[in-house]
């Protein structure tokens, strides 16, 4: 892994977004499909917004982009404001053109009885593609990648898993209170994130300075599951200074 250091999460995202674009164009070129693993919560928004600007201003074509997500809470309704699936459509797919039979988003209502088949299905999906060619990542206090709380097996698959309460605690503010932030949540595994060509993970401020000094200096463990992050060939934490400041 490699890292690089920006004054401002604003500058660093548009450097990251301006990748995608390059790699979407490559492709259509190519006349391949684009496969992009994309993640929500606050870190890749000035992401998806200057994807959206190329959309607008630049003739940026999302028409052969396969999109999936890394997770979704468990239980979660679609139009809930507080899915991902909602997030989603509101900071990039309701702007751009991407076909919607394109977009994958794990299901937060699929039954108890049918998500084990479920998660395998999703998987075979992206495998179907020949894997994700780009995986954009945030990192929770915890460390986890996805929903990858510490205890995450190396080479795990698409599941569901039981969120840390830290995990809870950090998105209580977005539920009204920790009480309501769902106890579970599908997430894309570890072996799915390492399966991408290129991963980029962001951090951004204080708040990630610590769990980003053990994710990159730290030994590889199950308890800090981004740390399996070193192990993987074409991976750049990009970060700002807050975030990076406790790097040695
Ligand atoms: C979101 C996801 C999570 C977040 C992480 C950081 O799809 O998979 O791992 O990336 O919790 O969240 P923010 O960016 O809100 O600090």
Redesign the pocket.
């Known amino acids: 892994i490699h890292n690089v250091i920006f004054d401002s999460s604003k500058e660093a995202s548009l450097l990251v977004a301006h990748e995608i674009a390059n790699l979407i164009q490559r492709k259509e070129e190519l006349n391949e499909p684009c496969v992009l693993g994309l ?5 890749p928004i000035k992401v998806y917004e200057e994807l959206v600007r190329m959309h607008k201003e630049e003739g940026l074509s999302f028409k052969n982009v396969i999109t999936f997500n ?2 979704e809470y468990y239980p979660m309704d679609k139009d809930n404001i507080q899915s ?1 699936y909602y997030f989603m459509h509101e900071h990039l797919f309701n702007h751009v053109d991407i076909p919607a039979e394109n977009i994958n988003i794990p299901d937060g209502k699929v039954s108890a009885e049918e998500l084990r088949q479920y998660c395998i299905d999703y998987d075979m999906k992206i495998n179907s593609y020949g894997g994700l060619d780009f995986q954009l ?4 206090r915890t460390g ?4 990858n709380e510490p205890g995450s097996h190396v080479n795990s698959a698409t599941r569901s898993i039981t969120l840390d309460h830290i995990t809870r605690v950090d998105a209580a503010p977005a539920f009204l209170g920790v009480d309501n932030v769902p106890r579970k949540a599908i997430t894309m595994g570890i072996g799915t994130v390492r399966n991408a060509k290129r991963i980029v993970l962001l951090a951004w401020g204080i708040s990630k300075a610590d769990i980003i000094k053990e994710t990159i200096e730290g030994e590889i463990s199950s308890q800090v599951p981004a740390t399996y992050l070193q192990e993987h060939p074409n991976t750049t934490f990009v970060l700002d200074t807050e975030a990076s400041s406790e790097l040695t």
């Open positions: 993640a929500t919560g606050s870190s890394l997770d991902y990542l945030g990192i929770g986890h990648i996805g929903f």
